[in-house]
């Protein structure tokens, strides 16, 4: 998958702040979710997300890997919209990831838990504060590529109708279209 507007709209690998997007799931009994995750990196095979396995995300997509991603840009003036299906991450991108993250995400990854949850707030805040962060993801950490069968590249236009430039995976080769905004 080559897509310069991808490279175009979103920001290098190596930039260390990550878009924000909305990772939308279906689970299994067809109840539907959003919620927003960071994109940790794309390449040529997908986009890459990482969370905690004990998710509800992470249930829904073992239940229908069928899933989107949605990013917004500041003033509604693009959207992009990834449909795809996602997998597990290959264990190299899991370890490369974690090492990636901020000191506070790497945090949040050993600390983010249902029982850490259910603490009062200076409970949170003084484990929070005592923990010793190991070097090593925690057991729980686990990560996603999202193979993408549709993107549509939505732009606003002041002076004329917006419109959305869609790119289809048929039979194996991308078809694009133009539809209304």
Excluded: C
Excluded at 3 to 26: C, G, H, K, Y
Excluded at 59 to 66: F, L, Y
């Amino acid at each position: 998958m080559s897509f310069p507007l991808l490279d175009e709209w979103l920001p290098a690998n190596s930039e260390p702040e990550r878009p924000q997007m909305i990772l939308s799931t279906v689970s299994g009994s067809g109840i539907p979710d959003a919620r927003t995750v960071l994109l940790t990196e794309f390449d040529s095979d997908g986009l890459y997300f990482h969370t905690d396995s004990r998710s509800r995300k992470v249930a829904d997509i073992a239940a229908n890997p069928a899933v989107a991603l949605t990013f917004l840009w500041p003033g509604f003036t693009r959207q992009l919209v990834v449909q795809g299906r996602a997998e597990m991450a290959p264990a190299p991108e899991l370890v490369a990831a974690f090492e990636a993250r901020s000191p506070y995400l790497k945090q949040l990854a050993w600390l983010n838990s249902a029982e850490f949850a259910q603490l009062e707030l200076d409970e949170r805040l003084s484990q929070w504060a005592a923990f010793e962060l190991p070097a090593e993801a925690p057991n729980t950490w686990i990560g996603f590529l999202v193979r993408p069968t549709r993107l549509t590249f939505w732009r606003s236009n002041q002076d004329a109708a917006s419109r959305r430039e869609e790119f289809t995976l048929v039979g194996g080769d991308w078809v694009s279209s133009y539809l209304p905004g």
